[in-house]
């Protein structure tokens, strides 16, 4: 099966560098949630070379200018799950980035509530 995330369709990035990008999960936990993606296919983020761990950095603050802009959240997630057990659910390594609002989860107390609260998100 072809990796979802290598070789993406340009209209599908929001945001990118020589060595990342960002394009908006299709199951979004809520508006906005973008997922920084490195080009190159390595399944863990364990794996990443510092100069794409810096990548992701630097897109994760594009990102922010961008969902600031386009839809004033009052806060933000920022998160990797690494591994199946993790809950990720495809092997190419990728950053959650899931802005917040207030009152979108009862007990706001970060990434593992709102997972609780039974909200999905592309793994």
Known sequence: MACPFCNPDPDVIV???DLAYARYDIQP???GHLLLIPFRHVASAFDLTDAERLA???LAGDA???VDHDHHPDGYNIGVNIGEAAGQAIMHAHVHFIPRYRGDAPHPGGVTHVKA???GGEG
């Open 15 to 17: 945001v990118k560098s």
């Open 29 to 31: 936990v809520s508006p």
């Open 56 to 58: 992701l950095a630097r």
């Open 64 to 66: 922010r200018a961008i």
């Open 117 to 119: 609260a039974g909200r």
